[in-house]
């Protein structure tokens, strides 16, 4: 059974930074592209950014571009979303997927399978 666990979350102030770690069991996550989704209080689940399995591309919302960097550890079989520069619009429960191949893609339906969200809350 393929599970994705991330960490990393919290309460930080406008300006600053987390990192979130995504950590999967089940599946080795080596060919497979993985993606960041977030989902804030009211609104639709939106794509944050994604890696491809063998991290030659990485796509990003125009809402997160310079700000946010993905980035994956197959090793570990982690991927990872580095957060810097946080506005209070960044504040929602952040998701990991994994896709259901290799490419990064946008479409949240083009992932197999997914975390329980981690919450980031960025306070003004």
Do not use: H
Request: with cysteine; aromatic share 10%; net charge positive.
């Amino acid at each position: 059974q393929v599970q994705l666990v991330e960490s990393g979350g919290g309460l930080v102030q406008v300006g600053g930074s987390l990192r979130l770690s995504c950590a999967a069991s089940g599946r080795a996550i080596g060919v497979y592209a993985m993606g960041w989704f977030r989902q804030a209080p009211g609104k639709e689940r939106e794509f944050v950014a994604a890696i491809s399995g063998r991290s030659d591309n990485t796509l990003y919302a125009d809402s997160v571009k310079g700000r946010f960097t993905i980035s994956r550890d197959n090793a570990k079989n982690t991927v990872y979303l580095q957060m810097n520069s946080l506005k209070p619009e960044d504040t929602a429960v952040y998701y990991c997927a994994i896709g259901s191949g290799s490419l990064a893609r946008y479409s949240g339906s083009l992932y197999d399978y997914w975390g329980q969200g981690t919450q980031v809350t960025v306070s003004s």
